[in-house]
């Protein structure tokens, strides 16, 4: 008979994303036949940076980052830093690969899987000199709270790969949502507030963003910086 699987194996995580794909245009696809080898990376093997990209730079990683449009406009005008982006969504990876392409950048690489697993598994702690998290969905119903990517638990792996001094930085356009934010950081020890108005480099507007602006809702950003 089948050995019965133990409770704790069989409970799944709640992850912060349904994969809702929706079609990847020929143009995607073909990005992402053709590009990944070149920017693509895979969760299984931990991240050297010396090694994918072609100069050593500070890291800047940004997840959830939807067709990539803040990514890429980061990349084209601070060439001095490295990039690094993570999205579970196929097709805005794909609409990502084909902008890296177009304007010939090599200074970002990409994952195509789910932030919680790329830094259990990926990322090295202290590799990163700034994260940021740009319109994370709000999931706005009490009952799918759960879901939000910012939580406790997250933030502490957030600050793990963070280098002292390094900046976390969370934009949201829902103000229940920015609360959850500020609780869930005031959890961890290792974070604390700082003036959002210094950031280096600042934020371009994301698609996300302006939807919201758009149905009038305020903006918040908040930026940590790790002890
Ligand atoms: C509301 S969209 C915002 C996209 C973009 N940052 C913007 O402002 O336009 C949130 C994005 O986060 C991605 N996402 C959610 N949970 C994720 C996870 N655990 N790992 C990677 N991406 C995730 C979703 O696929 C989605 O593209």
Known sequence: ???????????????????REGRLTPAQQRALDVLWPRYGLTPEIPLQPQAVYPGSAPLILEIGFGNGESLVQMAATYPQFNYLGIEVHRPGVGHLLLELEKRGLDNVRVYCADAVEVLETAIGA??????????????????????????????????????????????????????????????????????????????????????????????????????
């Not at 008979?1 to 994969?19: D, G, H, N, Y």
């Not at 000199?129 to 502490?156: C, E, G, M, S, T």
């Not at 959890?187 to 963003?209: F, G, H, M, N, W």
């Open 126 to 227: 202290e590799l990163c000199q700034r994260i940021n998290i740009f319109f994370p969905d709000p999931w706005p119903k009490k009952r799918h709270h759960k879901r939000r990517l910012i939580q406790p638990a997250f933030v502490a792996l957030l600050a793990e790969k963070l280098q002292p001094g390094g900046i976390l930085h969370l934009a949201t356009d829902w103000p229940d949502y920015a609360r959850h934010m500020r609780a869930a950081v005031a959890t961890c020890p290792r974070l604390v507030s700082t003036d959002v108005t210094a950031r280096i480099p600042p934020r371009p507007q994301t698609k996300y963003e302006r939807r919201g602006r758009r149905l009038g809702h305020p903006v918040t950003d908040l930026a940590y910086r790790r002890l």
């Open 1 to 19: 008979m089948a050995e019965i699987p133990a409770t704790s194996q069989l409970k799944r995580r709640i992850r912060s994303f349904v994969r």
